[in-house]
């Protein structure tokens, strides 16, 4: 699914998805008309640009992720500021790719991120990499009176360790021998049981506590 607010550049962008073999399910102009199409449809990628009438795109990646663990977004952006590509992994988004791109390129771009690979314009991997190092080298202190985190399972931990070295869900399921669904099931019962919201949170949680390391 493309959602863009300028028609020709969404068109565009659609029509070189559609040639290059890929299904677009739908395309959107603002904020509140990706959030209801994509509910809708339930594309696998979204490539999604962050300035947007009526919702930013970032608060779309917010509404759409924690509901549909399985989409995954590429943020195609003429901003290549640091503080907009950190606040777009934040809010769950898989990969951010700028404007000045090749058609080319795009298409690998959503290709890597069909098949669950972060995805980013040179220069902007390393920007992101060390700002989860950052994260979980400074975690949030906890409050005083925060419960204990709630127990996982032993299927839910090795799921979890698994996410946290970047394993796609797809890679995931073939690797523990289970579904692609179970995957997700387990993905968002344990986000549930964390309180977190989206896969970002997830891996920071897992690199917090060394799983990406076992």
Avoid at 8 to 16: S, T, Y
Avoid at 71 to 86: F, I, P, T, Y
Avoid at 121 to 131: F, M, Y
């Amino acid at each position: 699914m493309v959602v863009d607010d300028h028609p020709m550049w969404r068109d565009a962008v659609a029509r070189d998805l559609a040639e290059s073999g890929f299904d677009v399910v739908a395309t959107a102009g603002d904020g509140p008309q990706a959030v209801r199409r994509a509910k809708a449809v339930t594309p696998d990628v979204l490539v999604l640009d962050l300035n947007l009438p009526g919702m930013p795109g970032v608060q779309v990646c917010k509404e759409l992720v924690p509901a549909h663990p399985g989409l995954r977004v590429l943020v195609l952006s003429a901003s290549g500021e640091h503080a907009d590509v950190l606040e777009a992994v934040k809010s769950g988004a898989t990969g951010y790719l700028l404007k000045s791109a090749s058609t080319q390129e795009l298409v690998d771009a959503v290709r890597s991120t069909a098949n669950g690979d972060p995805v980013f314009t040179p220069g902007l991997a390393g920007l992101v990499l060390g700002e989860y190092r950052r994260l979980a080298s400074d975690p949030a202190p906890a409050a005083p009176d925060e419960p204990k985190a709630p127990q996982l399972t032993d299927r839910e931990t090795e799921v979890l360790r698994l996410v946290a070295k970047g394993l796609s869900y797809k890679q995931i399921a073939e690797r523990l021998v289970i579904s692609h669904r179970t995957v997700q099931n387990h993905v968002q019962n344990t986000l549930g049981k964390l309180q977190l919201h989206n896969r970002v949170e997830l891996v920071r949680y897992a690199i917090e506590r060394g799983l990406d390391d076992i």
